[in-house]
């Protein structure tokens, strides 16, 4: 990129995350992280979801790592996703992991943290009275912790909120 009047190249700025890790599971979750197009679209991406039909239809001109499912209480799969993370934390490098869960994203963020790589989670927008089983495991893990609603601000200390993105 350069400048306006063609003077030279603008650096990225060194505070701002150049690659980021996606990490959702399809779905809802995906929807949430896809509408913030507008802030990744221009950053160097690789996406973590499931090989669902929306997911591959979504994301077939990306950057993608299918991730092991069912991962609801399945240990088995959760110790495969454990794996992949730290196989696709050390290639990829993010600067940055980005979540809305579920459960694909708790190994993710363990991986990322014993890396010291910056996580942020975005609770989903339907949980309002009840913290997510991801949410309260992520929270301690997470760089930032972001809630779509006032009402989720309350559950999760040190949380900020920032509006819905569906």
């Known amino acids: 990129m350069h400048t306006s009047d063609g003077s030279g190249p603008i650096e990225p700025a060194p505070d701002l995350p150049q690659r980021v890790l996606l990490v959702g599971s399809s779905g809802g979750h995906l929807a949430q992280l896809l509408a913030l197009r507008p802030w990744w679209e221009g950053r160097e991406r690789t996406w973590v979801t499931f090989a669902t039909q929306d997911a591959k239809a979504h994301l077939r001109e990306e950057k993608v790592v299918w991730a092991y499912f069912p991962t609801t209480r399945n240990i088995p799969n959760l110790l495969r996703n454990l794996v992949l993370a730290c196989g696709v934390l050390r290639r990829a490098r993010p600067d940055l992991v980005v979540s809305t869960g579920a459960a694909v994203a708790f190994p993710f963020f363990l991986v990322a943290r014993a ?52």
């Open 115 to 166: 890396m010291r790589i910056r996580t942020v989670y975005l609770e989903v927008y339907d949980r309002l009275d009840t913290r997510t089983l991801t949410g309260r495991l992520c929270r301690p893990l997470s760089s930032l912790f972001c809630v779509q609603w006032e009402e989720q601000a309350a559950l999760y200390k040190g949380s900020h909120v920032i509006g819905t993105l569906l």
